[in-house]
């Protein structure tokens, strides 16, 4: 299941090319932090450090986006539960 919920945030994120609000405002963070370590570290240990950030930024952003699929999902499937028992369908 996972595997299909990572292929929709796939495609989420072609469709947006990160231009949705959560994605800028990581953005922003990300380049904050960048900005403070630019000043402490040298080229080289910049580009890695840089990457690593992106990297990391990347993954929490998918596991955000997997997470909260499956939250929806989960409530969606209760509240459909809840009117079922309410109308008494089968």
Not at 4 to 16: A, G, L, P, R
Not at 35 to 60: H, M, T
Not at 71 to 87: K, P
Request: glycine share 6%; proline share 1%.
């Amino acid at each position: 299941m996972c595997t299909k919920i990572k292929s929709i945030y796939d495609s989420f994120i072609q469709e947006t090319k990160g231009n949705d609000d959560a994605s800028r405002r990581i953005q922003e963070k990300v380049q904050n932090v960048l900005r403070e370590k630019k000043q402490e570290l040298d080229w080289q240990e910049f580009e890695q450090y840089r990457d690593q950030i992106y990297e990391i930024s990347s993954a929490a952003e998918e596991a955000g986006f997997i997470n909260g699929f499956k939250y929806a999902v989960q409530l969606m499937s209760e509240c459909y539960g809840e009117d079922r028992r309410i109308t008494g369908e089968p």
